[in-house]
């Protein structure tokens, strides 16, 4: 089946600095995702990909969808203490569902 | 706002009970799917459905069963619980499968089976 390369597994970082984590796929996709989950709930939308080449942020999270459609990757600028948690890639492809990585996890000290 | 409803939220199950995980969606959404999480594995497609009387296998669907007889309902169920299937279960939603529609999400039910 469908895989997603996520990395790095986890990360352990200092607030303040900046994260940059990615997605790579044997396939294409035609959408890209990227997902947070804290403990004990559901994975949590951030951003949404459509187009190749897209490059779209949201406040201090940034991701863009690789041109080969085959890759994607998240930054986050600035971290602070409440962005620690769980962040998925997923990707979709029309008439199939979305496919997770399998998880970077962040840990921010203060 | 229902949204995505699952149930039962805890469930502990013996070795060999069946049972059944519901998921509700008050959305009129064409696509349903169910995920398992376990650690370090992220989120599985156990099965997926694109419409009503139309299901298919996700990455790990051996041990569990599904239908899909109306649009806002899709059952998971589980045939003879084992050890390995306990996991936190995920139903999600969305309207079809084409760029640019939302997938919303259950928000999990927590499975052990002993």
């Known amino acids: 089946g469908q895989q997603l390369n996520q990395s790095p597994q986890s990360m352990f970082i200092q607030e303040g600095e900046d994260v940059s984590m990615n997605c790579t796929s044997s396939s294409i996709f035609n959408t890209w995702l990227w997902y947070k989950q804290e403990p004990g709930e559901g994975p949590v939308l951030l951003i949404a990909l459509y187009k190749a080449g897209e490059l779209t942020s949201n406040g201090r999270l940034t991701a863009q969808f690789g041109i080969t459609r085959k890759d994607s990757f998240l930054n986050i600028s600035a971290s602070i203490p409440s962005d620690v948690g769980i962040y998925f890639c997923?990707?979709?492809?029309?008439?199939?569902?979305?496919?997770f990585g399998k998880g970077t996890t962040l840990s921010v000290s203060s | 706002n229902a949204g995505v409803t699952q149930t039962p939220k805890f469930q502990v199950l013996k070795t060999g009970q069946s049972m059944t995980l519901q998921c509700a969606q008050d959305?009129?959404?064409?696509?349903m799917s169910w995920y398992r999480q376990d650690p370090g594995m992220g989120l599985r497609l156990i099965h997926y459905s694109v419409g009503a009387g139309i299901t298919d296998q996700g990455e790990v669907p051996n041990g569990y069963n599904v239908s899909r007889s109306t649009t806002e309902d899709f059952p998971l169920r589980l045939l003879s619980a084992a050890p390995s299937q306990t996991s936190v279960y995920f139903c999600a939603s969305s309207y079809s499968g084409q760029a640019g529609n939302t997938i919303y999400f259950g928000e999990g039910s927590w499975l052990t089976v002993v």
């Open positions: 997923a990707g979709y492809q029309a008439g199939t569902a979305l496919i």
């Open positions: 959305m009129n959404h064409e696509y």
